[in-house]
């Protein structure tokens, strides 16, 4: 079955999800806001914060443009189909589907947080709050399944896909000894390369 990332209906089955206290989508034309990821332990998807609470990434949106988040993670369950293996040297983006319908032989695909969508732009973006260990690595390979599921599924969507954003507030200013490598492996599957920075601004 097809993926919608924009109607499909949330997975998270808390409490606090259904009731829309953390909406796992909106619109809004906010100048400063921010993502929070500070509920994922209780597997909730990354929420829309205003500029005064605590966020894990900040956006300015200084022009007051209509802006939509779609969370991913913990919300849209998408299932991998294809014979695509992460930890496949040689492995082919054209071997990657995916589809929504769950199976005991079926495995979720790695997620991303989420997307942001503005002047037919589309920014997938990933929180990390951790120094130490792989995540670099989760976060490119959360990004690559990720944006093969959308393209594979909104193929009709005229899209002008931005380089995706890894937001580490704790990694502020560092170059990570693996970036060049996982941008590099990121480029080869979907032709675009992440950034690091725990910031982006809307022009």
């Known amino acids: 079955?097809?993926?919608?990332?924009?109607?499909?209906s949330c997975a998270n089955m808390h409490e606090r999800c259904l009731?829309?206290?953390?909406?796992?989508?909106?619109?809004?034309?906010l100048v400063q806001f921010g993502?929070?990821?500070?509920?994922?332990?209780?597997?909730?998807?990354?929420?829309l914060v205003?500029?005064?609470?605590?966020?894990?990434?900040?956006?300015?949106?200084?022009?007051?443009?209509n802006v939509q988040y779609k969370a991913i993670d913990y919300c849209i369950e998408i299932f991998r189909t294809g014979n695509y293996e992460l930890d496949n040297d040689n492995r082919e983006p054209i071997l990657f589907s995916s589809d929504s319908v769950p199976d005991a032989r079926k495995h979720l695909i790695k997620r991303c947080e989420g997307f942001l969508i503005f002047d037919n732009n589309i920014l997938f973006f990933e929180i990390k709050t951790g120094t130490y260990?792989?995540?670099?690595?989760?976060a490119r390979e959360k990004f690559e399944e990720t944006i093969l599921s959308f393209r594979e599924h909104h193929s009709n969507l005229n899209l002008i896909y931005l380089p995706p954003i890894i937001s580490n507030k704790k990694f502020k200013y560092k170059i990570h000894q693996n970036e060049a490598i996982q941008k590099k492996i990121l480029k080869d599957k979907i032709q675009l390369e992440f950034v690091l920075q725990p910031y982006f601004n809307i022009l």
């Open 1 to 8: 079955m097809p993926v919608d990332f924009f109607t499909h």
């Open 19 to 29: 009731q829309q206290i953390h909406p796992c989508m909106s619109n809004f034309n």
């Open 35 to 47: 993502i929070s990821d500070a509920n994922s332990s209780y597997r909730i998807p990354a929420q």
């Open 50 to 65: 205003t500029n005064e609470q605590p966020n894990d990434f900040e956006i300015t949106n200084n022009n007051g443009k």
């Open 133 to 138: 260990g792989s995540w670099l690595k989760d």
